[in-house]
């Protein structure tokens, strides 16, 4: 794949000086483009010529000076930084390694063979940016890792590709660190293109949606929108076609120019879309033009519509937009890969505009795909895991057919005709398999994982070429196989109609040529629901797979299954809750989805064939994980690649994994490799695979939770277990969630609120997840309108359902209550569609804590569900709290000691090894990974109760004296904005502090229209020494806690009796 954007390659390549890029060209043919000589080349061994070819290329045509002359800049077998390994070759700036040169004779025809080997050697040179393999034949220059590269056919090198050589690896820029450069401007720009072009088209789709609703009202909103999007994957075709070629150039301009020729010169009127469904009738069926002739594409998108061909569109706005998207490049500009960005952004907000049309609240449907863990996944995800899926079978299946490619470079004199017919037999064998292996993505989305299987596919028949070519010393013609790909080896599924169309159309951007038909993908790529066969459960989106691709199911199955399947809570489930219990044996009334994605893998594969997802690692550790990590133990887990807390997906708040996966009976060892709190682009991907990857047992797997932990902290763990009882087994101790209101706008008020006053039995004190502090609480300065189910009526026992007697009764007691509900009643009545309005009444809470609400009022230990740093408090005030929260509270045990135990330094070291933490570090306290902490068997310990005690009242002095100071500063300046930075205002200096006071004034008076005066001198001055007196006393008070704290800590390792040996090894974890 190309290193580079088009557009920014183009501005270097024009930059070139003509005259020295023609003179190095010239020795660059007399040399490689020499017939004899590229038959010696091909008959030398690699340490024959190796040293030669440095000369030959580096040095005679890209200007190298090669050891031992003076101010050498390339030199052979440079040795690692660590190790007795040694690089073929290296080109230097100054003493360091810039690029490392890894050579392979010309019977190495793969030189993706070679990567990993070479990529070894480059991470062993700090600094060192580029990697250089070749056979002497073809040559390979990457930039940073093995994702993307360049590939010269140095036999058959053209001048135009020998520009592109010369800029990437001559030594006038190469030692610039140009090729750097022109690629971190490409990544720049490509973000830039994906900005401005998605705006544009959103911005197109949105406007032509609004007016086609105007002009077509007999339709229905949804119906008209998945007709807008059509229209829209139809001119995104014909932009990206004429502008490389397959149809006449600025064609849409054209339609465009001669329509406002017509109206305004000759006063002939017709519509534009007129003009526009002729021209898309041409794609369809083809047309001989004049001018130009347009080829019949057809594959479906172009056919008939009988909708999209009758209705109405507004001239104005089909002239604005299709004016503005033709000023693009898709040539140069719009690669396929800002297409797959552009796709997926297109996605989900598909998603939230249906939700819109079919009346699901706003805030609830928003970025509905990535709540439903639908992202786009990275390419040298999807890379990796076709490489190791479908690449693995092709790596068998060539073994099996005892392809060797030493055979293919041996010189044809004097070979038999039969040995050339055996081996050209074996290559059409290769290929007739290839055409018939099938792969599937069962939840496809914009089509990301079938794109790269499909340009997987495409190198292998090249491959196949090659060695054709080599085999009968003939040029090699590369076989039009893009259309079989499509036909025989590509599958996908996805529930989401807009899906299926938009990854069809990224295929055939991706394959179509010019005056060649689009291949109908409609037998292959299909809209329906992966896990539900019965139409009774899933209506028309029901998907049998036998029934939908019978030709495959006849040859037992699927040979692969890729993907990155959906992560939806189980709560989102429930109306297909039933039908997963019967269906699936992983079923647990609490699994997320992608669970089941992974049985109906095995379900839908053949025997011996591959499974590989990238999906959240929540299983690894759960309670509903466990039925799901004991039936694929039944099976050949060949590697697990955990990404603990790494950002994989842009948002996304689950930790993820790649597991690969075979239908076969279980290996004794599994490979796995852990990412943790790493920042991958900053790595390279395919070498730090290799230096990670450790041994576990299957057997391990098949008797624990998938912790993946390093032995001395697992002895440290199972010590923990053995001094207590897990929290979840003491009795009288109880766990409990907050209140789920469904939609907080309506519930919860600010103190100040009238109805406060006037209904003061239904107001109570709340607390959210981030006003919970470590030992401390904030004022959240709200109130929860406690309105449970059947309110007024909710003490009458008979009432079951929705109650109209209820609302009545809401009405003439509460009038005012029931005036501020109804303001709200569109968004409390799309809550929870299958349970507001039904089991209970609009107004009500949708979780009020019917059973336990009573335990707010005791005494209890309080936490946030998701927080970025560890903490629990004492509430002894009856606060209630919200559902992003949870609380303890017992009669058994001593809340104040256990919430020493749970602020430890122990605990949150015990809970980083066996609970949850998203892919950005923060804490998922849940009540079954709460439950798993270890209660010590001890009698109270009374020091350590006063120096939690201790620990309660510093905690609280500081947090009155943080807000006392802050309370000054508002009284001051006025009723501020403060940033993280002013709340934390004793960690910053004095000039911070200013300097961010100073930002957030500014900020108040510009809003508030009020004049904003900047301190003066003396004025600073007497802040200055306010502030340092104030820091100080604060700093003296954080002394006294960080002291208390470690005494705390200190005494919890007595409990538990670690070594010091353990608890340097807790210290470590938790710093």
């Keep these: 794949m190309s290193l580079f954007q088009n557009s920014v390659l183009n501005k270097y390549l024009k930059g070139l000086e003509s005259e020295k890029v023609n003179q190095a060209y010239e020795r660059f043919t007399s040399h490689f483009h020499n017939p004899t000589i590229q038959e010696n080349i091909r008959n030398s061994k690699e340490e024959q010529y190796q040293g030669e070819f440095l000369i030959d290329l580096f040095v005679n045509v890209l200007g190298y000076i090669k050891n031992p002359t003076p101010d050498f800049n390339l030199t052979t077998e440079l040795k690692n930084i660590k190790g007795s390994k040694k690089t073929d070759g290296a080109i230097l700036k100054g003493e360091k390694a810039l690029a490392v040169i890894e050579l392979k004779g010309t019977n190495t025809t793969d030189l993706s063979k070679v990567e990993t080997q070479a990529f070894g050697y480059k991470n062993n040179q700090p600094g060192c940016n580029y990697v250089i393999t070749s056979n002497f034949e073809k040559l390979r220059f990457y930039i940073d890792n093995a994702v993307d590269f360049e590939e010269f056919n140095l036999f058959q090198l053209s001048k135009e590709r ?229 690449g693995k079978l092709c790596e068998e299946k060539k073994t099996k057919l005892d392809i060797q490619e030493a055979e293919y470079e041996k010189e044809r004199k004097g070979r038999q005709k039969e040995t050339l017919k055996k081996l050209s037999q074996k290559l059409e064998d290769y290929r007739k398999w290839l055409l018939q292996i099938t792969i599937c993505d069962p939840a496809c989305g914009s089509g990301a994982f079938l794109n790269q299987a499909l340009e997987f596919l495409i190198a292998e028949h090249q491959y196949i070429d090659e060695l054709q070519a080599k085999l009968f010393g003939d040029a090699m013609v590369l076989s039009e196989v893009e259309n079989a790909i499509l036909e025989n080896n590509i599958y996908g599924v996805d529930i989401n109609e807009e899906s299926v169309e938009i990854a069809k159309l990224s295929l055939w951007l991706r394959t179509a040529q010019k005056g060649r038909k689009l291949t109908s993908l409609n037998n292959n790529i299909k809209c329906g629901n992966s896990l539900i066969d019965e139409p009774t459960v899933a ?33 989102r489930l429930m109306e297909y809750s039933s039908h997963f219990k019967n269906q699936f044996s992983v079923y647990t009334g609490t699994s997320d989805l992608s669970v089941y994605f992974y049985e109906q893998a095995i379900n839908i594969l053949k025997d011996d064939g591959f499974l590989a997802y990238i999906n959240t690692n929540k299983f690894f550790n759960t309670e509903y994980g466990l039925p799901l990590r004991n039936y694929l133990t039944n099976y050949q887990i060949n590697t697990i690649i955990n990404f603990e807390q790494v950002s994989i997906f842009k948002d996304a708040l689950v930790s993820s994994t790649i597991n690969l996966i075979r239908k076969s009976n279980p290996l004794s060892i599994v490979n796995y490799v852990e990412f943790n709190k790493e920042k991958l682009a900053d790595l390279d991907f395919q070498n730090e695979l290799i230096s990670r990857k450790r041994e576990i047992t299957n057997n391990y797997l098949k008797k624990n939770s998938w912790l993946f932990t390093d032995p001395k902290i697992s002895l440290i763990i199972k010590k923990i277990k053995g001094k207590g009882k897990a929290i979840g087994d003491i009795e009288d101790l109880e766990i409990k969630r907050g209140i789920t209101t469904g939609y907080d706008d309506a519930f919860l008020i600010e103190k100040s609120h009238l109805l406060n006053t006037t209904h003061p039995e239904i107001s109570k004190s709340i607390l959210r997840g981030k006003d919970i502090k470590r030992y401390e609480l904030a004022e959240s300065g709200l109130s929860l309108l406690f309105i449970p189910w059947h309110f007024p009526l909710h003490l009458d026992e008979s009432i079951s359902g929705a109650s109209q007697d209820a609302e009545e009764s809401l009405k003439i007691k509460y009038p005012q209550l029931y005036e501020h509900l109804i303001k709200h009643k569109d968004k409390l009545s799309n809550r929870n569609k299958s349970e507001t309005g039904k089991r209970y009444e609009w107004y009500a809470l949708q979780r009020c804590a019917a059973s336990y609400y009573e335990l707010f009022d005791k005494p209890k230990i309080v936490w946030g569900l998701i927080t970025g740093n560890w903490g629990f408090s004492l509430d002894e005030s009856g606060n209630f709290l919200t559902s992003s929260s949870f609380f303890l509270t017992s009669n058994n045990i001593n809340l104040k000691l256990l919430l020493g135990l749970l602020n430890s330094k122990l605990y949150k070291f015990y809970f980083k090894n066996v609970g949850e933490q998203t892919a950005g570090g923060a804490y998922v306290l849940k009540k079954t990974s709460v439950e798993k902490f270890i209660y010590p068997s001890i009698k109270e310990n009374n020091l350590l109760l006063e120096n939690i005690n201790e620990m309660r009242i510093l905690s609280n002095n500081l947090n009155k004296y943080e807000a006392n ?69 604060a700093e003296e008070l954080k002394a006294e806690i960080d002291k208390t704290d470690k005494e705390i800590d200190q005494m919890v390792y007595e409990l538990y009796g670690l070594t010091e040996e353990e608890i340097a090894i807790v210290e470590e974890a938790t710093k």
């Design 162 to 390: 020998f520009d592109m050589l010369w800029l990437c690896l001559s030594s006038d820029y190469l030692l610039k660190d140009i090729p750097k450069k022109i690629k971190d401007e490409s990544l720049t720009q490509e973000e830039n293109v994906t900005k401005k072009l998605y705006k544009d088209y959103a911005s197109f789709r949105n406007e032509i949606f609004d007016a086609i609703q105007k002009e077509n009202p007999e339709y229905d909103k949804l119906t008209l929108f998945k007709k807008t999007q059509k229209l829209l994957d139809r001119f995104l075709f014909i932009f990206f076609a004429e502008d490389r070629l397959l149809l006449p150039p600025n064609s849409i301009r054209s339609i465009v120019n001669q329509w406002t020729d017509l109206r305004d010169k000759y006063d002939e009127y017709f519509p534009l879309y007129n003009r526009f469904k002729k021209y898309f009738g041409y794609m369809n069926t083809g047309h001989k033009g004049q001018q130009h002739d347009i080829f019949a594409y057809n594959g479906g998108l172009f056919a008939p519509d009988e909708i999209l061909d009758n209705i109405k569109i507004n001239d104005d706005l089909l002239y604005k937009h299709t004016v503005n998207l033709s000023t693009y490049d898709f040539e140069s500009e719009v690669s396929v890969n800002i297409l797959g960005h552009i796709f997926e952004h297109s996605l989900n907000d598909i998603d939230e505009i249906q939700a819109e049309i079919q009346g699901v609240a706003t805030e609830q449907s928003k970025t509905k795909r990535k709540k439903d863990g639908v992202f786009y996944t990275p390419k040298y995800i999807t890379k990796y895991i076709v490489d190791n899926t479908v």
């Design 539 to 571: 209506g028309d989106k029901a998907f049998n797979w036998k029934n939908e691709f019978p030709e495959v199911f006849a040859k037992g199955g699927f040979d692969v299954v890729i993907g990155n399947p959906p992560y939806v809570q189980h709560r």
């Design 965 to 1033: 100071f802050l309370m000054l500063v508002k009284s001051k300046f006025g009723d501020l904005k403060l940033t993280t930075k002013l709340r934390s205002w004793h960690q910053l200096d004095f000039n911070l502090f200013l300097k961010d006071l100073e930002k957030v004034r500014k900020k108040y008076a510009k809003e508030n229209e009020t004049e904003y005066k900047k301190l003066s001198l003396s004025e600073e001055a007497e802040w200055m020494q306010y502030f340092n007196e104030q820091k100080q006393k």
